[in-house]
């Protein structure tokens, strides 16, 4: 497999067009204690492009959780769906909000079955988003 490599250009245009949040759990970068990293929506290993179009903003939880993985039991449904993918898809179309902004609810099995995989309500985001949300903050 060729080497991987991104001109600064491309990372900015990848960063701005994800409004520096993970495409995730929508971590905003400038409030994360992680590193956020660009990541292959289908990984190389599953036939995916470097092209810009299979690129991704993911906070480390995120693209840890995510790994190769392109998708997830439904918890509702028992079946097999595919992740979200933030360059085809629409984040509301499969996600929103609870009451108080604290947890992602999935809409669809695409949505459920990402939140489980990538484990988009895992303590830690939850506690920032509340944080931020008492501060106007959240959601981005």
């Known amino acids: 497999m060729p ?10 245009l990848i960063k701005q067009r994800a409004n520096n949040c993970c495409e995730y759990c ?8 992680d590193s956020f990293s660009i990541e292959h929506i289908i ?3 599953k036939g995916g492009t470097s092209d810009l179009d299979n690129l991704a ?3 480390q939880g995120c693209n840890n959780f995510k ?15 595919q992740l979200y993918h933030p360059r085809q898809q629409d984040w509301q ?40 949300a008492s501060i106007d903050q959240h959601p981005p």
Request: hydrophobic share 35%; charged share 20%.
């Open 26 to 33: 929508k971590s905003q970068a400038k409030f994360s204690s």
């Open 43 to 45: 990984p190389r290993s």
């Open 93 to 132: 179309d499969h996600f929103t909000w609870s009451r108080n902004l604290t947890q992602m609810l999935g809409l669809t099995p695409i949505g459920r079955a990402t939140i489980e995989r990538l484990r988009l309500n895992r303590e830690g985001v939850v506690n920032l988003r509340q944080a931020l």
């Open 67 to 81: 790994y190769s993985h392109t998708q997830a039991i439904d918890p509702i449904t028992g079946e097999l769906a």
């Open 3 to 12: 080497d991987f490599r991104l001109t600064q250009q491309q990372r900015n």
């Open 57 to 59: 903003v993911a906070c």
